[in-house]
């Protein structure tokens, strides 16, 4: 069995009862009968209303008791406190799922979670999986199933198609699959999850990974409150080669407490959510539009590996859009080979050939130099993607001679991308699109699809990345560790610190700093005070004996000031390293995803600039210098403006062992703050110069 046929039953059935049932079609309890019946839903309907003997046709029952079968499923649309019951009496009946669109429960306050929570227990006594509460139900077109009291049904029925959506949100779910019908796009599967208080949608998602009538996953989601399920479904969805393309929002505070309120979901850190978004492949959508649009072109299934485009134009000024769009995505537009560019010019002295290749209007009045061109560049520049601004051009008469040349280059060149940036009436539109062309009429839209595709064959492609490295068993103290205690800990990893010593005495201190040579850093020690840079505790540039007995006494008068009630066990003093590039490394423990590792450079990138990568832990070196590489500010460990290349395969030793370290030590780890770390010059290491570790249960 698979991972996620669980959910079958309940998104799949063949048998519904229907709590609350209504006569009337346009009520909660009415819709999901109506709608089953008007599109002739090959199963069993059974009604369940104590105060009917027919509801819309069909023979009504009083209890569930007397349901002359189980259901696979039941619809439950009854007061919030008639709620309960109905679950227990499902679950007698023996029922498997239970949609539940009756709302009032951990979405308005904590009684409400609790009677929320009970309903759970009891599902889960009788083996039954509950969808809700407080959510829209499931939809799926190509079974004629309908548990859904969406009132979008009432502008038409779903186009068919293979992209399934999963949403936390039952209005917006609807809202998106309505925005695709009117588009003429295929999205007939839908599940909406609302408070999630068991089916996740991390389980929807890898319901749909594993259903065969679908080929592309639309998600949007508020809050992920469990990621095991989230990311064995995010596995199963790469492992299928399923694009998964998600609306994540609550990217702002406000936007996350929104969240909260409305599905009772746990919004957690989004840069985290980001990270794994990343790390399996998934495209973060910026809105619906983008999202349907990068979904619709990714049920052509071509996903090239190593993605470039090649343009073929009617107007120059479309292709410097085109390109500028390229760049900022990345999206690679190599020029045309030179010989292929003085063919073009030969037929036409006046075209632009290099890339976007402008044909001008010429293509119009001579229709065979459609092919030529489009040929050439197909056959010769060798592009993985295909885009052809044809505008207005497609709704001329001349259209349909240019479209026959352009369909042959097509047929002969199969295995690539190949999209048109035209404006034409819907029915024309349809005609392309089944012939095999994806259409969008603004080119912006058009590359940004076409670049998406690449990113998922690239993660598609993707080798598996190297192990994490092993470390030893990782005892963490009772209470958060000093600087120096904390530092021993994280050697016993494999992660180097600064030569350094903890000196209990001045006298102590100066032998240290004479063995590691002048100058040296200076710290106070002590587990109470974490930052020590705000009370004066760290002193720099310390040169010699009389400085380094001066520094003694005024850290420890300092430390006393700041933090009377302290414990002091001395003073850190450590080699001050020089020439090295200043970065962050840290793990943030994560209330959904666990240990999360972060990468950044020091000062203003990471305070200011917010430079900074995360990754789940724990990875390996490979992983690690990815993360490293992706920083906008890269360059400057690679060397830019004639610096000294960094250390980086040092760095992403450092990195991947932080990362085993955090994954080692369990849960009582909360966080860890390697800043700054030294990336030293190529071949000369990498440093932690401060460590911080917090364990949770106190200082």
Same mark, same amino acid.
């Given at each position: ?135 829209? &139900? ?77 080929? %592309? ?5 508020? $809050?992920? *409150? ?24 609550? +990217?702002?505070?406000? $936007? ?76 690679? !537009?190599?020029? !045309? ?30 229709? /065979?130099? %459609?092919?030529?061109? !489009? ?22 008469? *001349? ?8 369909? +042959? ?17 819907? /029915? ?28 998922? &064959? ?16 990782? %005892? ?33 201190? %100066? ?46 008068? +300092?430390? +006393?000031?700041?933090? #009377? ?25 994560? #209330? ?36 490293? *590489? ?7 460990? /690679? ?43 190529? &071949? ?16």
């Amino acid at each position: 069995m698979s991972n996620f046929a669980g959910l079958t039953p309940l998104l799949a059935p063949k048998t519904i009862a229907v709590l609350g049932a209504s006569s009337d079609p346009t009520r909660i309890g009415g819709r999901p009968i109506a709608y089953m019946l008007a599109q002739k839903f090959p199963g069993t309907l059974y009604p369940v209303n104590p105060n009917r003997a027919e509801v819309q046709g069909l023979k009504a029952y009083p209890t569930v008791a007397d349901l002359p079968e189980t259901p696979d499923v039941a619809i439950v649309a009854v007061p919030s406190e008639l709620a309960p019951q109905a679950i227990a009496d499902l679950g007698a009946k023996g029922c498997k799922g239970v949609i539940m669109f009756t709302a009032g429960f951990a979405e308005v306050d904590d009684a409400g979670a609790a009677v929320q929570a009970g309903m759970v227990e009891t599902a889960r006594r009788h083996g039954m999986r509950l969808l809700g509460p407080n959510c829209l &139900g499931v939809f799926d077109a190509g079974r004629s199933y309908y548990a859904t009291f969406s009132s979008s049904f009432d502008s038409g029925w779903p186009v068919p198609g293979r992209i399934g959506i999963a949403s936390q949100s039952g209005a917006y779910g609807t809202h998106l699959y309505t925005l695709a019908r009117n588009r003429h796009i295929g999205a007939s599967l839908c599940v909406m999850t609302g408070n999630e208080a068991d089916v996740t949608v991390g389980e929807c998602i890898g319901w749909l990974a594993e259903n065969p009538e679908v080929d %592309v996953i639309a998600v949007y989601a508020e $809050g992920i *409150r469990e990621s095991k399920t989230l990311i064995a479904a995010l596995q199963a969805a790469r492992a299928a080669r399923k694009p998964v393309v998600m609306q994540k929002v609550g +990217r702002s505070e406000l $936007g996350g407490k929104a969240a909260k309120s409305h599905t009772a979901s746990i919004a957690g850190d989004d840069a985290v959510t980001e990270a794994v978004m990343k790390e399996f492949g998934v495209y973060r959508a910026r809105n619906s539009e983008e999202m349907l649009d990068i979904a619709h072109t990714a049920t052509r299934r071509i996903y090239p590996v190593s993605n470039t485009l090649g343009v073929i134009t009617v107007s120059g000024g479309a292709g410097v859009l085109i390109s500028d769009v390229a760049d900022s995505l990345g999206l690679p !537009m190599p020029e !045309m080979p030179q010989a292929a560019q003085d063919k073009l010019r030969a037929l036409v002295p006046f075209c632009g050939p290099r890339n976007p290749v402008d044909a001008t209007a010429q293509v119009s009045n001579n229709v /065979e130099l %459609v092919k030529t061109f !489009m040929d050439t560049m197909v056959v010769e520049g060798r592009y993985a993607s295909v885009l052809g601004f044809f505008s207005m051009t497609a709704s001329s008469r *001349r259209w349909p001679k240019i479209k026959e040349q352009l369909d +042959r280059t097509k047929a002969e060149n199969p295995g690539r991308l190949y999209a048109l940036s035209v404006i034409v009436p819907p /029915e024309r539109r349809d005609e392309l699109e089944a012939d095999g062309w994806v259409v969008h009429e603004d080119p912006t839209r058009a590359v940004t699809a076409i670049e998406a595709m690449g990113r998922f &064959g690239a993660a598609f492609a993707a080798p598996k990345p190297a192990s994490a490295p092993s470390v030893p068993p990782v %005892v963490l103290p009772h209470a958060t560790p000093s600087e120096a205690e904390a530092k021993r800990l994280l050697a016993a990893a494999g992660i180097a610190s600064a030569p350094e010593a903890a000196c209990a005495t001045a006298d102590e201190a %100066v032998a240290a700093a004479e063995r590691f040579g002048y100058p040296v850093v200076m710290k106070i020690l002590s587990p109470d005070i974490l930052h020590k840079s705000e009370i004066g505790g760290v002193l720099l540039d310390v040169a010699g004996a009389p400085a380094v007995l001066s520094g003694f006494t005024t850290l420890l008068d +300092r430390a +006393r000031a700041a933090a #009377p009630n302290a414990r002091i066990e001395g003073v850190l003093v450590a080699k001050q390293l020089k020439g090295g590039v200043e970065c962050i490394l840290g793990i943030h423990r994560d #209330p959904v995803f666990g240990p999360m590792a972060m990468f950044g450079l020091g000062g203003i990138f990471v305070e200011v600039l917010k430079d900074v990568v995360f990754r789940r832990c724990p990875f390996g070196p490979d992983v690690a210098e990815t993360m490293i *590489r992706s920083i906008k500010g890269a360059p400057l460990l /690679e060397g830019a403006r004639g610096r000294p290349k960094a250390d980086i395969k040092a760095l992403a030793e450092m990195l991947s062992r932080l990362s085993a370290f955090a994954a080692a030590a369990g849960d009582r780890l909360q966080s860890v703050d390697l800043n700054p770390v030294f990336a030293m010059p190529e &071949g000369q290491g990498a440093f932690a110069v401060d460590a911080v570790i917090e364990v949770a249960g106190g200082h």
